[in-house]
Structures are given as C-alpha cells and as structure tokens.
C-alpha cells in the first residue's frame, strides 16, 4: 500500500530554515516524479516543488523560487525541502505524493508536517 511520512516540520522565526523529509513506501520510489506540496488554513492544496526520478530537473512554484530546493535520495526512498528565508505565509501543513499519478485523488496522503513562521 501507498504510503507518505512526513516530518521535519515545525515552528520557525521569519528568515529561518527548516529540513522537511517524507519517506514513502508501497511502490518504487526511484521510478516515480515526487512532489511536495502545502496547504495553509483555509485555502486549497498548492504544488511547491517536484524532482524527477533521478533527481536531476526541478521545478518550483514562483512563491517559493529562490528559497526552497527540493533533493531525494533514492537509496532511503526519501523526498527533502530544504526551506530557507522562511516567510509567514510559508505557514501551511506540507505533503508528499507523487504527481503523475491518481493517488492524490484517491485519498493517499500522509499526515503532513506543519510549518509554521512566526516571530
């Protein structure tokens, strides 16, 4: 079964950094594209980051460019974001999937790991 845990959250004063990890299982990690992604109070599920298979092209939402860098490493089936310069409205609960799938749709989210910027 498909499975996304996340950690590494927590809380940070503005212009701080935070490492977030999300180890999945149930499926080959190293053939997938993976994304991270956050969803704040209120407002819907956005895309942040997503790394290809081999972890050689990147891509990032305009928010976020600049600031964040996703990696993995497929020996630990693992997903990083290393989040730096850390604004209040990085505030959200951040998530793992794999984009090119449906799992998303299916309901096959981990628990998330909340980041919260705040002096």
């Known amino acids: 079964q498909v499975q996304f845990v996340e950690s590494g959250g927590g809380l940070v004063q503005p212009g701080g950094s935070l490492r977030l990890s999300c180890r999945a299982s149930?499926?080959?990690?190293?053939?997938?594209?993976m994304s991270w992604y956050r969803q704040a109070p209120g407002k819907e599920r956005e895309l942040v980051a997503t790394?290809?298979?081999?972890?050689?092209?990147?891509s990032y939402a305009d928010s976020v460019k600049g600031r964040f860098t996703i990696s993995r490493d497929n020996t630990k089936n693992t997903v990083y974001l290393q989040m730096n310069s850390l604004k209040p409205n990085d505030t959200a609960v951040y998530f793992c999937?794999?984009?090119?799938?449906?799992?998303?749709?299916?309901?096959?989210w981990g628990q998330g790991t909340q980041v919260t910027v705040s002096s």
């Open positions: 149930g499926f080959t990690f190293s053939t997938y594209v």
């Open positions: 999937n794999a984009p090119r799938t449906n799992w998303g749709q299916r309901g096959y």
């Open positions: 790394i290809l298979s081999a972890g050689g092209s990147r």
